[in-house]
């Protein structure tokens, strides 16, 4: 429970440090204002088409008498659109983090100039860095594509499908969140993909601490714009604190070990 508390708390702070430098507030909104518009439309032409997909994909149950043809299509038609809803939180910080990483890289580095006077370099060029992390975000959401299809699958399971399922969810979601996240400063360490996830798995508690609050805040609408340049203020205090750069969060676990780079 210290690791859970130590991760919400670097999301907290995070979130200080951004209202506490305004100029990189308004930086860091412009990237997640264009990624809402395009999600927004896409959502919204899920909402409309759902119905037809599901109807589409079921023509076993034209037959069926009322009310199960009824039942069995709006339950699917529902979690068509949950499942967008839960691909739309995953994907949403890759792709802003792709549109703004010129912005959010500067962001960062602030915050680690901010908090510890020196900024790591990776040596990269700006168009390495960028096909880096959109081939890193690909990875990511193939991963997440693979939960999201195993997550739907569940949810049809009694009792299990409405209670532990979404649960689970939920820890998937902030965990690949914290990831994406993350990666901005762990990136600039010249930690790859592997040597990030194994990381975060060194300190799973404390991920999900940070990743798992901020999930649930993304789902609510145009949340996820506001809090953006403060995820990515936390989320270089994170990685921070997981390398060893800082002094761990009030409320963080003991004895914890520090991965190697």
Known sequence: MRDL???LGFLIKGQRWVFGHGKWFGIGLLPGLITLVVYAGALVGLGYGADDLVEWATPFADDWSSPWLGLLRNALTALVFVLGLFLAVITFTAV??????????SLSEEVERTEGGTVPESGLPLWRELWISARDSVRILVRVGLYAVLLFALGFLPVVGQTVVPVIGFCVTGYFLAEELTAVALQRRGMVL????ALLRGHRMRTLGFGVPLGLAFMVPFVAVFLMPGAVAGATLLARGLVGDEEPADGAGEGETVAAD
């Open 96 to 105: 802003t983090l792709l549109v703004g990483q010129p912005f959010y890289e």
């Open 5 to 7: 508390g130590a991760g």
């Open 194 to 197: 592997k040597d990030r996830l």
